[in-house]
């Protein structure tokens, strides 16, 4: 297995960790997604390279003044919200309906917002719009593809979950052309 892969499935098993955690003290089962590995592997990812609790609640908090802005780099030229987070979407999405619940969007927060979102440099505004999720949030939407951050990205820039296969589908970052790119990362972990 390729360090890169290793990282994906390390950062990928840890979330999905955290999901579980938070789906047993809640008391409910909203779902989620399965990965391979053992669950030493598992919860070593977790103790290393899992984000704290504090930083997966803010990613999931909905911004008031989100700005998506766009920076050119190894993938191309792609989409990142306000605080330089990188934005992916979900191949599973066929609509600009969510598909990522429960576990997923612990994994992989929604980016939601409490006012319009706004266009940077580079990007379409007339491609940006929002969806109402299940739970009744705003998420940021981009020729119409909902989008999301990656509780894998522990900086600013990082594009660690591309090309991730997890809850059922791929994950890719967003061109500002409105298309997914599908192009693998050449340099994992190092990000814009």
């Excluded at 969510?98 to 266009?119: I, L, Q, R």
């Amino acid at each position: 297995m390729t360090p890169y892969r290793t990282r994906v499935l390390t950062a990928v098993s840890a979330t999905v960790l955290i999901a579980g955690a938070v789906t047993a003290c809640s008391g409910s089962d909203n779902g989620g997604g399965s990965t391979s590995g053992t669950a030493e592997t598992a919860s070593a990812a977790a103790a290393t390279s899992a984000p704290p609790a504090a930083e997966v609640a803010a990613s999931t908090s909905p911004s008031a003044a989100a700005k998506v802005n766009s920076s050119k780099g190894p993938l191309g030229t792609i989409l990142f919200d306000h605080k330089g987070r990188t934005l992916y979407v979900f191949d599973k999405d066929k609509t600009s309906k969510s598909t990522c619940e429960g576990g997923c969007a612990t994994a992989w927060p929604p980016f939601t917002v409490t006012a319009k979102p706004t266009a940077g440099k580079g990007v379409k505004s007339n491609l940006l719009s929002t969806s109402t999720r299940s739970d009744g949030k705003k998420q940021v939407t981009y020729h119409g593809h909902p989008l999301y951050r990656f509780s894998g990205d522990p900086q600013p820039g990082n594009t660690n979950g591309q090309g991730v296969n997890a809850f059922g589908a791929k994950w890719y970052v967003m061109g500002t052309d409105g298309k997914q790119i599908t192009k693998k990362s050449q340099n994992p972990g190092t990000g814009y």
